[in-house]
């Protein structure tokens, strides 16, 4: 694509990067008082079954999803016009879902900046090595990367390390403000636990509460995982790397069921936010549907998004996501060339 083209695909999609705030308040009505309405009949469902308590907070925490669509929305001072509205509401989905707002939005705006860019990974993406980085790493630093990119580690383990490390704590260089604010949500945090513990028991905690969370940051990390984890999804070095490209090629559209997409606040049109973050969540479909050029975004499905899991490591040569099998046959390989003798041929001299 041409840079002229590029910039026509650009000014094609900011049509729609402006917010309605009447669409936006339709949203809020019509996620967050349901997840409080769900976590509450999964609370007095605990009379009944603990199953059934559970069933309903896998449906509260899919709205715990679609209120983190919001604070990201925020994030981007997209949900609202206004910058201080969007700060406030931000603050306080962000306790919602247990994010600090300020904190992530700076790391979510670097990711933006970066994404695809291999000279600048590392700041709110998921880790990545390429071909070369596995080959000369040491053995530890193979193992450490292997733990990490295992399903049940990324996908068990990881909610507990998000909510209750990297989320509670500021990064080193830090301004003031987006310390504060870290406290704030952390304080918060920490005082509705406290009332919820006080009033209703640690049943409420233990088996409502958690389970909601945990749920809600597992298919998070799923959502933002697999988007930018496909087969020949874009990476280049600085000197090659172009921001649209990353957008359109870097990301996918992640085609949902209906009620899916509703409930994900249509961020499986990955595609059009990168190239446009400043398009709200509720205008992100008909970006797409009326930009033919982002019709052509890699399209994936629940069933093809699966294939995701095997993708390990990016291979520079190909182009390409390869897993840690191929990876450990291509090191065998050199191994064996390496130990292999060569061998001589004798001459008889008459």
């Given at each position: 694509m041409s840079k002229q083209k590029q910039a026509q695909l650009r000014k094609d999609v900011m049509p729609y990067a402006k917010s309605k705030t009447k669409t936006s308040m339709i949203q809020l009505f019509n996620t967050i008082p349901p997840f409080f309405l769900l976590w509450f009949v999964a609370y007095q469902s605990l009379a009944v079954s603990i199953w059934l308590s559970l069933l309903c907070s896998i449906f509260?925490?899919?709205f715990l999803v679609r209120t983190f669509i919001i604070f990201h929305d925020c994030a981007h001072q997209s949900f609202f016009k206004n910058t201080k509205l969007n700060r406030i509401l931000g603050t306080i989905t962000g306790i919602l879902t247990h994010f600090p707002f300020e904190k992530w939005k700076r790391e979510h705006a670097?990711?933006?900046a970066t994404s695809g860019n291999l000279d600048h990974r590392g700041t709110g993406d998921i880790w990545i090595m390429t071909v070369a980085e596995y080959e000369k790493a040491t053995k530890w630093e193979r193992l450490q990367y292997r733990l990490y990119r295992n399903p049940?580690?990324?996908f068990g383990l990881g909610p507990f390390s998000l909510l209750l490390y990297s989320n509670r704590i500021n990064r080193k260089d830090a301004r003031k403000k987006e310390r504060w604010n870290t406290y704030i949500i952390n304080l918060s945090l920490i005082a509705i636990y406290s009332l919820i513990a006080i009033t209703l028991g640690w049943q409420a905690i233990v088996l409502v509460q958690l389970p909601i969370v945990y749920i809600a940051a597992a298919l998070g990390i799923w959502l933002f995982y697999v988007q930018h984890q496909f087969e020949d999804s874009y990476f280049e070095n600085e000197s090659e790397w172009d921001y649209v490209k990353a957008a359109?090629?870097?990301s996918s559209y992640?085609?949902?069921p209906k009620w899916l997409e509703?409930?994900?606040?249509s961020i499986g049109y990955h595609h059009v936010h990168h190239l446009a973050p400043k398009v709200p969540n509720y205008h992100l479909e008909q970006a797409h549907?009326?930009?033919?050029p982002l019709q052509k975004a890699t399209t994936i499905t629940l069933k093809t998004s699966l294939e995701s899991l095997k993708f390990r490591l990016?291979?520079?040569e190909r182009k390409t996501f390869i897993g840690f099998r191929e990876m450990k046959q291509r090191i065998q390989k050199k191994q064996d060339r390496k130990v292999t003798p060569v061998k001589r041929t004798s001459t008889i001299r008459s």
């Amino acid at each position: 694509m041409s840079k002229q083209k590029q910039a026509q695909l650009r000014k094609d999609v900011m049509p729609y990067a402006k917010s309605k705030t009447k669409t936006s308040m339709i949203q809020l009505f019509n996620t967050i008082p349901p997840f409080f309405l769900l976590w509450f009949v999964a609370y007095q469902s605990l009379a009944v079954s603990i199953w059934l308590s559970l069933l309903c907070s896998i449906f509260a925490a899919g709205f715990l999803v679609r209120t983190f669509i919001i604070f990201h929305d925020c994030a981007h001072q997209s949900f609202f016009k206004n910058t201080k509205l969007n700060r406030i509401l931000g603050t306080i989905t962000g306790i919602l879902t247990h994010f600090p707002f300020e904190k992530w939005k700076r790391e979510h705006a670097i990711h933006h900046a970066t994404s695809g860019n291999l000279d600048h990974r590392g700041t709110g993406d998921i880790w990545i090595m390429t071909v070369a980085e596995y080959e000369k790493a040491t053995k530890w630093e193979r193992l450490q990367y292997r733990l990490y990119r295992n399903p049940f580690i990324m996908f068990g383990l990881g909610p507990f390390s998000l909510l209750l490390y990297s989320n509670r704590i500021n990064r080193k260089d830090a301004r003031k403000k987006e310390r504060w604010n870290t406290y704030i949500i952390n304080l918060s945090l920490i005082a509705i636990y406290s009332l919820i513990a006080i009033t209703l028991g640690w049943q409420a905690i233990v088996l409502v509460q958690l389970p909601i969370v945990y749920i809600a940051a597992a298919l998070g990390i799923w959502l933002f995982y697999v988007q930018h984890q496909f087969e020949d999804s874009y990476f280049e070095n600085e000197s090659e790397w172009d921001y649209v490209k990353a957008a359109v090629d870097g990301s996918s559209y992640y085609k949902l069921p209906k009620w899916l997409e509703w409930m994900t606040g249509s961020i499986g049109y990955h595609h059009v936010h990168h190239l446009a973050p400043k398009v709200p969540n509720y205008h992100l479909e008909q970006a797409h549907k009326q930009t033919p050029p982002l019709q052509k975004a890699t399209t994936i499905t629940l069933k093809t998004s699966l294939e995701s899991l095997k993708f390990r490591l990016y291979d520079e040569e190909r182009k390409t996501f390869i897993g840690f099998r191929e990876m450990k046959q291509r090191i065998q390989k050199k191994q064996d060339r390496k130990v292999t003798p060569v061998k001589r041929t004798s001459t008889i001299r008459s």
